[in-house]
């Protein structure tokens, strides 16, 4: 009986654990959609792009190597940026789509902890299907 109870307790810890986690994510896109990769201005260093959903697509220009994750200030979420490695001959696209949750009513993005601005930010992509 007791072995059911904390069973029973563990299970509901998780339930609510869930409930209260967060939405936003960041996931590195591999393979642009046609579609989006039109809107992308290669001479641009960081462009936003609304889905019209619940997320954003990240361009983010560089000439290193990256690393991404985010992280909350209250009603703010940061996109982090860690260059690393970096040349001066090619640049590369890193895509990436960001969701958020409805706490975040801003975003800002840092590289290697310094704030930059968006380049554009396009309200809303449409997805051809």
């Known amino acids: 009986m007791l072995k059911?109870?904390?069973v029973l307790g563990i299970l509901m810890l998780f339930i609510l654990s869930a409930c209260?986690?967060?939405t936003m994510s960041i996931k590195e896109i591999e393979n642009v959609p046609k579609d989006l990769q039109?809107?992308?201005n290669s001479s641009l260093r960081l462009q936003s792009i609304n889905d019209g959903?619940?997320?954003y697509y990240i361009i983010f220009h560089s000439t290193g190597e990256v690393e991404a994750y985010l992280e909350t200030q209250g009603d703010k979420l940061n996109i982090m940026f860690n260059e690393t490695n970096l040349k001066d001959e090619v640049i590369k696209q890193n895509t990436y789509y960001v969701t958020t949750g409805p706490e975040?009513?801003?975003i800002d993005v840092?590289?290697?902890g310094e704030s930059i601005p968006f380049d554009t930010m396009k309200?809303?992509?449409m997805k051809n299907n």
């Open 4 to 6: 059911k109870i904390v």
């Open 20 to 22: 209260n986690s967060s």
């Open 110 to 112: 840092l590289v290697n």
């Open 104 to 106: 975040h009513e801003m």
């Open 38 to 40: 039109e809107y992308v």
């Open 123 to 125: 309200v809303q992509y």
């Open 53 to 55: 959903e619940k997320g």
